[in-house]
C-alpha cells in the first residue's frame, strides 16, 4: 500500500481536485447562507465525499477496467437518457432531472463521462482498421447520440458539452489539420451567422484562407471553400427568412442576454455587478452584498462564480482558475505519460470537456458566454455533476498509477 | 494515416494553447470588471438596492339612501415580513406566538419571495388588540418582522344586508393569476356582493414609496427625494338606493326562515330592500378568517352564502298567472266577458288538473282574486305557447334582470324550443302546457324578477333595470357620479293594465282574495299569491304586491321556501314591509277605506 501511494498515487491531480471541492464548499455555504437552505451545505459535502471515494474506487481498479467496462457504462446511460426522456420529472423546464432516490440525478452528466471513453476506445482500436471517412462517421454516431437525447430533454448547454469532447479527442488521435477545420467549420458559420452578416462574412474568408494554408491539393480547397460559402449563404437564407422574427430573437438573446434585460439579461448584468463590485480581494466571506442580498439567481449553481468573484475579489477568482489551469495541465501531461492509446484520448477528452465547463461557466458569469445551464466543476452545487467530476478524476488517477503498463 | 500524427509535440503544445488561451481570456475580461471597472460596478451595486413600500388606500365606504353609512373601515393590525431580512430558525417562535401554521407561513413567504425578496409579505391580519401588546414585545427580538395598520372592513347599522354588500377576503392564488398585475399577495380583494362587482371603484388605487437602501439593507431616505413616489387614492363611496331601515325590517321578518324578499321602487328601478335567509355576518370575512368559520358557512346544508334574491330560481306558481292573462287580454283572445266554469278539475289528454277549490263560473278578474286554476289551464290552451313565451320574456323572465351584482341567475322561461331541446322533439304533448300556465314545472325565476314583474305591473309597463347603488362619490373631490341604468316601456295597453291590476286587487281586497293577509290599514294594496310545488317537500311560499294601488311607491317579491300557502306565509311579510315603508314615508292615511268591492262576489 504504502509503495503504491510512493510511485502510482498522482497526489498532484488529487490535490488539485480537493482545492476546487473545497472552494465549492466554501462558496456554496455562502451561496445559500442567508436563505434558509443550511442544508445544501451538508449535502455538498455529502456528494464530496462521496466523490472521491468513487474517484479511488476507480483509481484502484485494474489496467483495463476503465476501458473494459467503456461500451457498457455508454449503453446504460444512453437507456437511462431515454428514461428521462419518457418518464423524467420536470425539473425548471428540463427534463432531465431523474426522479429517483428522491434526490433526483441527471445522467446527462454521466453521459458525458461515458461518451469520452466509448470514443476513446473506439478510436483507439478501430483507426488504423477502416478508412477515415468510416472512423469520422462512426465517431459522429457514438457522439451523436447522447446529444441528440439531450437536446431532446431540451438541454443546450450539456449538448453543446459533447461538441468539447469531439473535437480535441479526433484532433489528439492524429486526424489531419485540414480535416479538423473542416468538421468545424459548420459550427463556427451556424454560429457566426447568429452574431451577424459581418462576423458570417469574417468566418467564411477565415476558413477559406485555413483551407488553402492546410491543403497541399489547390483544387481540395477550392471545393471546400465554395462548400463553406454555399453553407454560410444556407444559413443566411435560413435565418433571414425561414425563422420567424421572434426565434431570431430567442437566438440573439441566447448569444447576448443584455437585450432581455428583464429576464436573461437580469441575470446575466447581477451577475456582473456582483463580480466586478468585487474589486481585487473581494468584500470578504459571507460579506458579498449582492450574493447575499439574493439578487443573483442560481447563485449556488450556474452562478456560483459570483460568490467567489464578489467576496474574495480577483485574487480569490484568479486563484481558482489557476488550480483549473493547473487541473488541466496535468490532464494533459498524464495523456503523454501513459502507453495506451485509450488513455492518452481520455485523458484529453476529460481535460477538454472540465476547460469547457469552466470557461462556458464562468463566461457566461462574466459576459463572456451565452447563458447554458453548464455547472462549474466541482464548485457548482449538484450531487450528479460533483458526481461525474469526480469519477473524471478517478479515471485519469487510475491512468497514472497505470501508466508504464501496456 | 490517422496514427501518424498521435498525441504529437506540436499538438500537445496546441492543446496547452488553448488552454491558456481560455484561461487568459477569462482574467483580463476579470480584471478589467474587477480591477478597471470595479468603481462602476460598486456604484450599480449601490444603486440597485431602491426599495418600494405600497401605500395601501382606504377603500371606499357604503351608504344607504338616507345617507346611513352601512359599510365603513376601521384600523386592524397586520403582521407582514420582509423576506430577505427573514431568517428561516425565526419560524417556529413566530409561528406560535402569531398561532399560524408553520407551514403556511413558509407558503406565505415562499410565493412573496418569487416576486421580489424586498417586498413585505403579510402573514397574519386583524390581529387582536388584546394580544397587540404581548406580541409586539415579542417583534422586536424578530429580524424582517413588521408590524402595520391596514383598514378593515365595520359593518354598521341595524341590517346585515351581507348579500347585497357581499364580502372582502384575501385574495387568492387564483385570483392573483386572473385579476392581473395590480394585486400581490395579501392583497383584500371584493369577494361578492357591491363589493365585487364595485372592486375597481372601492379599493381606489395603490400608492408607493421609493426609499433608497444601501447595500447593506439599511434605509438612506426618500430616493430621488420622493419625486417618484405615487400616492395612494382612495376608493370612492357608493350610496345605495337600499332603505337601511326596510332592509332591517325584511331581514327580522325572514329569521328563522328560508327565503327571500326583494322590494322596488316602481318609479326608478331602485333596490328598497333585497334580503335572503339564511344570512351571514360579513364581519366574518374583514379579518383574519379563521378555517373552521369558513366551513361552517360553506357546509352549511341551506347555504347561507347563497343570494337567494338574485340566484334562486323556482317556480313562480300562481303569481304567474298575470303573464298568461296580459297576453289573452292584450292579443284580444279573451275578453274580460269571457268566462270558465271550474268544477275543481280539469280533464286532459287522459289527465286530471287539479284545482284547490271549486269555484264556480269565474272570468279573468275572479280567476285572480281566487286564483282559479281550471280558468288557466282553459285560457293556457287557448293562447298557446308561443304567444306564453313571448309575454313572459316581455316581462324580464329568462334572461337576467342586470342588476348590479354579479350573482344573479337568468331563470328559465320555457319556449317550444326549450322543450324540443330538454324532451326531444315531438316527445312532449301540449299537457305539459297547463303547468306552465299556472307557473308550475319547468319555469323558474327569481324573487328580483318577480318584484320587476310585479313594479312593471304597478306602473303600467315601465321595466327599470333594478339597481343597487344610486350614485358614487369621490372622496376627495366630494364629486358626485350618477350610476346610468336602462329603462324600456312593454308595449301592453292601459286598459289590459288596468284589468290586470284590477285582479290583483281584488287578490288583497276581494271577499274571496287569497291574499287578504297582505291588507294594510290606510292604504289600498294589490297583489297575487303563489304556491311552488315542491317535489322534495312542502311547497314554497311566494307573494308579490305593490302599494299604494294609485300610484305605487313601493313593488315587491317575497318568497318564503318549504312551507306551504304564499296567502299564509309569504302575503303577511309583505303586508308588514308594505305598512313599515309607506308609514315611514308619511304615506300611511287613515283616512282611506279599504276600497268596497265594486264587482259582486260569486259566492
Known amino acids: ?406 | 494515416m490517422f496514427d501518424a500524427d498521435f498525441g504529437s509535440r506540436a499538438r500537445s503544445i496546441m492543446m496547452r494553447g488553448v488552454i491558456i488561451l481560455a484561461l487568459f481570456a477569462i482574467m483580463a475580461k476579470l480584471g478589467d470588471m474587477q480591477l478597471v471597472n470595479e468603481v462602476v460596478y460598486g456604484k450599480k451595486s449601490e444603486d440597485i438596492t431602491t426599495r418600494v413600500f405600497v401605500q395601501q388606500p382606504l377603500r371606499g365606504e357604503i351608504f344607504d339612501r338616507n345617507g346611513k353609512v352601512m359599510v365603513e373601515n376601521d384600523p386592524a393590525y397586520e403582521v407582514s415580513v420582509i423576506p430577505y431580512e427573514f431568517k428561516a430558525e425565526q419560524i417556529p417562535a413566530l409561528a406560535s406566538l402569531l398561532q399560524m401554521d408553520s407551514v403556511d407561513i413558509v407558503r406565505r413567504i415562499q410565493i412573496g419571495e418569487t416576486i421580489s425578496p424586498f417586498f413585505p409579505v403579510r402573514l397574519k391580519r386583524d390581529i387582536p388588540v388584546a394580544t397587540l401588546y404581548s406580541i409586539e414585545e415579542h417583534l422586536k427580538d424578530f429580524k424582517g418582522v413588521y408590524f402595520d395598520i391596514e383598514p378593515k372592513r365595520v359593518y354598521v347599522g341595524e341590517a346585515r344586508a351581507a348579500h347585497i354588500l357581499g364580502f372582502t377576503k384575501e385574495i387568492s392564488e387564483n385570483q392573483l393569476a386572473t385579476l392581473g398585475d395590480y394585486y400581490k399577495p395579501g392583497d383584500i380583494v371584493g369577494y361578492t356582493g357591491l363589493e365585487a362587482s364595485y372592486e375597481t371603484i372601492l379599493r381606489g388605487q395603490k400608492g408607493y414609496k421609493y426609499l433608497a437602501v444601501n447595500a447593506r439593507g439599511q434605509v438612506m431616505g426618500p430616493y430621488d427625494d420622493g419625486k417618484i413616489d405615487v400616492p395612494a387614492q382612495d376608493g370612492s363611496d357608493l350610496y345605495l338606493s337600499i332603505d337601511e331601515g326596510l332592509q332591517a325590517k325584511a331581514e327580522s321578518l325572514l329569521v328563522g326562515k328560508r327565503g327571500a324578499v326583494v322590494a322596488l321602487d316602481p318609479n326608478d328601478g331602485e333596490v328598497l330592500a333585497m334580503a335572503s335567509a339564511p344570512d351571514f355576518d360579513p364581519a366574518i370575512f374583514s379579518g383574519y378568517t379563521s378555517k373552521a368559520e369558513w366551513d361552517k358557512l360553506v357546509n352549511n346544508p341551506d347555504h347561507p352564502l347563497f343570494n337567494r334574491a338574485t340566484m334562486a330560481a323556482l317556480p313562480p306558481g300562481s303569481t304567474f298567472k298575470m303573464v298568461l292573462a296580459t297576453a289573452a287580454l292584450e292579443d284580444s283572445i279573451i275578453n274580460t266577458d269571457w268566462t270558465v266554469h271550474c268544477t275543481g278539475s280539469f280533464y286532459y289528454g287522459g289527465r286530471i288538473f287539479g284545482d284547490d277549490a271549486v269555484h264556480g263560473t269565474v272570468n279573468v278578474d275572479k280567476a285572480i282574486e281566487m286564483s282559479c286554476d281550471v280558468f288557466f289551464y282553459n285560457l293556457m290552451l287557448k293562447v298557446g305557447f308561443d304567444t306564453w313565451t313571448k309575454f313572459g320574456r316581455m316581462f324580464g323572465f329568462g334572461s337576467k334582470t342586470g342588476i348590479d351584482l354579479r350573482e344573479e341567475s337568468p331563470g328559465i322561461m320555457p319556449s317550444k324550443e326549450y322543450y324540443d331541446r330538454i324532451f326531444g322533439k315531438n316527445r312532449w304533448t301540449s299537457g305539459y302546457l297547463l303547468s306552465l300556465g299556472i307557473g308550475q314545472g319547468e319555469v323558474s325565476v327569481t324573487p328580483l324578477q318577480l318584484a320587476a314583474y310585479t313594479m312593471a305591473i304597478s306602473n303600467y309597463g315601465k321595466y327599470f333595470q333594478p339597481h343597487l347603488v344610486r350614485y358614487i362619490r369621490d372622496r376627495k373631490t366630494g364629486k358626485i357620479y350618477y350610476t346610468q341604468y336602462s329603462e324600456r316601456t312593454i308595449p301592453i295597453s292601459t286598459s289590459v293594465f288596468d284589468q290586470i291590476r284590477e285582479g290583483m286587487y281584488l287578490v288583497v281586497n276581494g271577499p274571496n282574495g287569497t291574499g287578504r293577509a297582505a291588507q294594510v290599514p290606510g292604504v289600498v294594496v294589490a297583489g297575487k299569491t303563489g304556491t311552488a310545488q315542491n317535489p322534495h317537500g312542502k311547497s314554497h311560499a311566494w307573494f308579490v304586491a305593490f302599494a299604494p294601488f294609485d300610484h305605487p311607491k313601493i313593488a315587491l317579491a317575497v318568497l318564503v321556501e318549504n312551507v306551504g300557502w304564499g296567502g299564509s306565509h309569504a302575503a303577511p311579510i309583505a303586508g308588514d314591509l308594505i305598512q313599515y315603508y309607506l308609514d315611514k314615508n308619511g304615506m300611511l292615511n287613515p283616512k282611506v277605506p279599504n276600497r268596497i268591492v265594486a264587482t259582486v262576489a260569486q259566492h
Not at chain 1, 468538421?183 to 469574417?202: K, Q
Request: net charge positive; hydrophobic share 55%.
Open chain 1, 1 to 406: 500500500m504504502f509503495d503504491f501511494f510512493k510511485d502510482s498515487f498522482d497526489y498532484k491531480t488529487f490535490l488539485l481536485a480537493l482545492i476546487l471541492a473545497g472552494i465549492g464548499l466554501l462558496a456554496v455555504n455562502s451561496a445559500t447562507y442567508n436563505s434558509g437552505m443550511h442544508n445544501y451545505f451538508s449535502k455538498d459535502l455529502l456528494w464530496q465525499s462521496i466523490g472521491i471515494v468513487v474517484a479511488f474506487g476507480i483509481m484502484f481498479s485494474s489496467n483495463r477496467f476503465v476501458e473494459n467496462s467503456a461500451y457498457f457504462f455508454y449503453a446504460v446511460t444512453v437507456l437511462l437518457l431515454i428514461f428521462v426522456l419518457v418518464a423524467g420529472k420536470k425539473v425548471a423546464s428540463h427534463t432531465s432531472w431523474l426522479g429517483i432516490l428522491g434526490g433526483g440525478g441527471q445522467p446527462s452528466e454521466l453521459a458525458k463521462v461515458a461518451c469520452i471513453l466509448t470514443l476513446s476506445k473506439f478510436i483507439s482500436e478501430k483507426s488504423n482498421e477502416r478508412p477515415q471517412w468510416q472512423v469520422i462517421a462512426i465517431s459522429i454516431g457514438i457522439v451523436g447520440l447522447p446529444m441528440l437525447l439531450t437536446m431532446l430533454q431540451p438541454d443546450l448547454g450539456t449538448m453543446i458539452v459533447y461538441m468539447a469532447i469531439f473535437f480535441p479527442i479526433l484532433f489528439w488521435a492524429g486526424l489531419p489539420p485540414i480535416v479538423v477545420v473542416g468538421l468545424i467549420a459548420p459550427v463556427a458559420i451556424v454560429f457566426a451567422e447568429f452574431t451577424g452578416t459581418a462576423t458570417l462574412l469574417i468566418t467564411v474568408v477565415v476558413f477559406g484562407v485555413l483551407f488553402f494554408v492546410l491543403s497541399r491539393k489547390k483544387l481540395f480547397a477550392v471545393t471546400l471553400s465554395f462548400v463553406a460559402v454555399s453553407f454560410g449563404l444556407f444559413m443566411e437564407y435560413f435565418y433571414r427568412k425561414l425563422l420567424q422574427p421572434h426565434q431570431q430573437k430567442r437566438i440573439q438573446i441566447f448569444l447576448n442576454p443584455n437585450l432581455d434585460p428583464q429576464g436573461a439579461g437580469y441575470n446575466a448584468l447581477q451577475a456582473r455587478v456582483a463580480i466586478g463590485s468585487g474589486g481585487l480581494f473581494g468584500k470578504g466571506y459571507l460579506h458579498g452584498a449582492q450574493t447575499q442580498l439574493r439578487f443573483v439567481p442560481a447563485r449556488w449553481t450556474d452562478f456560483i462564480f459570483t460568490v467567489i468573484g464578489e467576496e474574495f475579489g480577483f485574487a480569490g477568482a484568479a486563484f481558482t482558475l489557476l488550480v483549473f489551469g493547473a487541473l488541466f495541465f496535468r490532464g494533459i501531461r498524464i495523456a503523454e505519460l501513459v502507453k495506451t492509446k485509450f488513455a492518452s484520448l481520455a485523458s484529453v477528452g476529460i481535460t477538454s470537456v472540465l476547460l469547457f465547463h469552466v470557461f462556458i461557466n464562468v463566461g457566461m458569469n462574466i459576459n463572456l458566454a451565452p447563458i447554458v445551464g453548464i455547472p462549474l466543476p466541482f464548485i457548482s452545487y449538484g450531487g450528479s455533476s460533483i458526481l461525474s467530476d469526480w469519477m473524471m478524476i478517478g479515471i485519469l488517477l487510475n491512468f497514472y498509477a497505470h501508466r508504464k503498463e501496456h
